[in-house]
């Protein structure tokens, strides 16, 4: 027999995890299913910041999917890695707490017809979410971080610090003022270029998950967790979406909505399973069409990044890594790929195809990003802590640097806008500013798929990291659904 909850959340990743526990903590208590594909993984061994760079690679933390053969970059299939288990890809990422720019939310609120999505209104949002402490940061490190507390929050659930700072990091922003560029003192405040220290998604040791933050070591009685249950179908009733079915067999039915929150790769794939996408593609795959959109899948982005690798020249021991690797990246890629399925069964991967490189900008941007990169590594501030590199292009002539550049570049793992948010489906979106799903009832998306342009960051010490995002537009589910529900 079928379980029943006012809403059922699909995926409890990073924006999952938050809106779960803002409906279940909303004074009706309504009751909330939050379905997750992986395991529990809130757990201190998991969490452990000196980690951070290897937590993805741990057995069962992820979903190692691969992208279909690159034409642009040399025909290889590159990975696409995805978080699994609560907390989704905010416990396995960078823990990089990086916002973008003004302009660009600014933008996204024009293309969706809706100021929710703004910068001041976002802005509003992470100060809310936002506990930023300062307390490893060692005064020597003060001429080059003063954080405004306009754009920060102090008292938030998402702990976020600024420190322990690797030791080449002062002399990596001092050879980046060496060759013209400026040294910004707070990337967060919606202006983010120049080159600075980033806050990461960490404190006293322990990275923060949405997990960690929202969920805690107890949930309310009325959210009920399933973990290691994985949808493979949306249920309709007509045009209205009524439930979820798992790949056990099991229905978990919404009385009020269901919510995908399944990721920029998984929700167009579950949405076309389901019968929501493009009519032909649908039908080609004899899958029964519930609703023609033909935006679903569509606009896959995602950050292109190179880097040469270049051995340290100190003496290393246990605590630290030999190599010191400068990656080069484009914030603002305009190539655009697309998220299909490979078959009807829901246990085939779908294919991921980013098109990294198919759009003329980025290849210039990444050569000129790799040009500099190189640059910098032979400023006097940076060359005596390195010796040769051993992984860079042959020299920095355009051939040698495209060469490079077709080898060796991958993703970020930050895919985006394959369920972009727009105005109406004519315009070839999938959602509207409200999330709901073009002309299906009950059905909304809270993921950074919804993303009406692919979300940037600045040139610095670190990535930029859509996790930001991803928590803003939980929040944002939340609000909209307590206030149409009365909640």
């Given at each position: 027999m079928a379980q029943e909850f006012d809403f059922v959340i699909v995926g409890g990743g990073t924006a999952g995890c938050?809106?779960?526990?803002?409906?279940?903590?909303?004074?009706?208590?309504?009751?909330?299913?939050?379905?997750?594909?992986?395991?529990d993984i809130n757990k201190p061994e998991y969490r452990r910041t000196a980690?951070?760079?290897?937590?993805?690679?741990?057995?069962?933390?992820?979903?190692?999917?691969?992208?279909?053969?690159?034409?642009h970059a040399s025909n290889r299939q590159i990975p696409q890695i995805r978080g699994r288990g609560l907390g989704g890809s905010s416990a396995v990422n960078f823990q990089v707490w990086s916002l973008g720019a003004r302009e660009e939310f600014d933008a996204w609120a024009d293309i969706a017809g809706d100021e929710t999505w703004g910068f001041d209104s976002v802005i509003a949002r992470v100060k809310k979410l936002e506990n930023l402490h300062l307390d490893?940061?060692?005064?020597?490190?003060?001429?080059?971080?003063?954080?405004?507390?306009?754009?920060?929050?102090?008292?938030?659930?998402?702990?976020?610090?600024?420190?322990?700072v690797e030791r080449e990091t002062k002399s990596f922003i001092d050879a980046g003022v060496d060759l013209g560029h400026n040294r910004n003192l707070d990337p967060n405040n919606g202006n983010p270029i120049g080159f600075s220290l980033n806050p990461t998604s960490s404190f006293k040791g322990l990275r923060t998950t949405s997990a960690s933050a929202f969920l805690g070591t107890t949930t309310p009685a009325n959210l009920t967790v399933f973990t290691n249950s994985r949808v493979v179908k949306i249920i309709f009733s007509g045009d209205?979406?009524?439930?979820?079915?798992?790949?056990?067999?099991?229905?978990?039915?919404?009385?009020?909505?269901?919510i995908l929150s399944a990721g920029a790769l998984d929700t167009p794939r579950l949405l076309l399973l389901s019968g929501v996408g493009p009519k032909s593609d649908l039908e080609a795959l004899g899958i029964k069409v519930v609703k023609?959109?033909?935006?679903?899948?569509?606009?896959?982005?995602?950050?292109?990044m190179i880097g040469p690798v270049i051995p340290r020249d100190h003496v290393f021991d246990d605590t630290e890594s030999g190599f010191f690797t400068l990656f080069a990246t484009n914030m603002n890629s305009q190539s655009r790929g697309f998220v299909k399925l490979a078959s009807a069964d829901p246990d085939d991967p779908p294919l991921i195809d980013p098109k990294y490189l198919g759009h003329p900008f980025d290849v210039v941007t990444l050569k000129e990003a790799l040009r500099e990169a190189l640059k910098l590594i032979q400023t006097p501030t940076m060359k005596d802590h390195f010796v040769k590199p051993i992984l860079?292009?042959?020299?920095?002539?355009?051939?040698?640097?495209?060469e490079f550049i077709q080898g060796n570049v991958a993703g970020l793992w930050h895919p985006s806008c394959s369920v972009r948010m727009g105005k109406s489906?004519?315009?070839?979106?999938?959602?509207?500013?409200?999330?709901?799903?073009?002309?299906?009832?009950?059905?909304?998306v809270a993921d950074v798929s919804v993303t009406s342009i692919l979300p940037s960051g600045r040139e610095d010490t670190h990535f930029q990291d859509p996790q930001i995002?991803?928590?803003v537009i939980g929040q944002v589910a939340a609000d909209k659904i307590m206030g149409k529900y009365g909640l």
């Open positions: 938050l809106l779960a526990s803002r409906l279940a903590n909303a004074p009706s208590e309504p009751s909330i299913a939050l379905l997750e594909g992986g395991s980690d951070r760079f290897t937590t993805v690679g741990q057995p069962g933390l992820s979903y190692d999917y691969v992208s279909t053969p690159q034409e490893e940061l060692t005064p020597e490190w003060t001429e080059y971080v003063q954080p405004d507390s306009k754009y920060h929050g102090f008292s938030g659930p998402i702990d976020v610090c600024i420190g322990p209205s979406a009524i439930g979820v079915l798992t790949s056990d067999g099991s229905q978990i039915n919404a009385k009020k909505e269901v023609d959109l033909d935006g679903v899948g569509k606009g896959l982005a995602d950050h292109p860079a292009p042959k020299s920095d002539s355009d051939h040698d640097l495209l489906e004519t315009d070839g979106s999938c959602v509207g500013g409200d999330l709901k799903v073009h002309g299906i009832k009950g059905l909304r995002v991803a928590y």
